[in-house]
């Protein structure tokens, strides 16, 4: 490996675990920092811009240079820009919203030429309600990542975009019904995966299947003012 010229770094339960560094982390960068030309960072995380990312860096005493930095919501950017996407739809952060008007894109468009996903701890199902009307489209969709969970504070797993973003592409192919319903199943059955409940086998799968067709009954969810199902 040493012959390399250059060496990559994931972040998040690399380099540090939420807010706090990783054992060895500053020993092992400069040792890197000795021996390859360039030493890359990367993130598939999308909640924050490349540049807080940065400076989360730079107060954990890691000055670092942000060209080498690539972080997943920097390259969406790039991406959209390189292929002429002025107008997006965006489920996400804030800063996930900011680093998309940096490169010049409109993360709120009401006319989107896509919609772009990211991870977001306060994602609920309204955030859906604006893309509702998209569902017979073929805009594209541009989902950050699908990790069901990441590294937080000591050892703790939070859930990942993967487990909270729901695949409107996914719901258009599944749905039996109407997509508002499928979205509804589909955030239930994450929830009850979040939950603990797994389905290995086939009776596993019927008493999750079960528990999650009585909630979805039960509940009153408002999409489009209306209400999606009751029984």
């Not at 006319?111 to 977001?120: L, T």
Request: glycine share 6%; aromatic share 10%; hydrophobic share 35%.
């Amino acid at each position: 490996m040493l012959d390399k010229k250059c060496i990559v770094f994931d972040l998040d339960g690399t380099v540090y675990f939420g807010d706090n560094l990783a054992e060895n982390a500053k020993k092992i960068l400069q040792y890197c920092y000795e021996k390859f030309e360039h030493v890359f960072f990367v993130t598939n995380n999308s909640a924050k811009t490349r540049n807080e990312i940065y400076q989360k860096l730079y107060q954990m005493g890691l000055n670092i240079d942000i060209n080498h930095l690539i972080t997943c919501g920097y390259t969406i950017a790039k991406y959209l820009t390189k292929n002429n996407y002025e107008n997006v739809f965006t489920i996400g952060t804030e800063s996930l919203k900011k680093e998309l008007k940096l490169q010049g894109i409109n993360p709120e468009s009401k006319d989107p030429q896509a919609i772009v996903v990211g991870y977001n701890r306060e994602f609920c199902l309204e955030d859906l309600k604006p893309i509702v009307k998209y569902k017979n489209t073929d805009l594209n969709l541009i989902i950050a990542n699908k990790e069901h969970s990441y590294p937080w504070n000591n050892g703790e797993l939070l859930p990942g975009a993967g487990q909270i973003i729901v695949s409107v592409d996914t719901a258009k192919k599944q749905a039996k019904t109407t997509l508002e319903e499928e979205i509804l199943t589909l955030i239930c059955h994450g929830i009850l995966h979040l939950l603990g409940f797994d389905h290995l086998t086939k009776k596993d799968y019927d008493f999750v299947v079960r528990i999650q067709n009585k909630v979805i009954k039960e509940l009153w969810i408002n999409f489009n003012q209306e209400v999606l199902t009751k029984a």
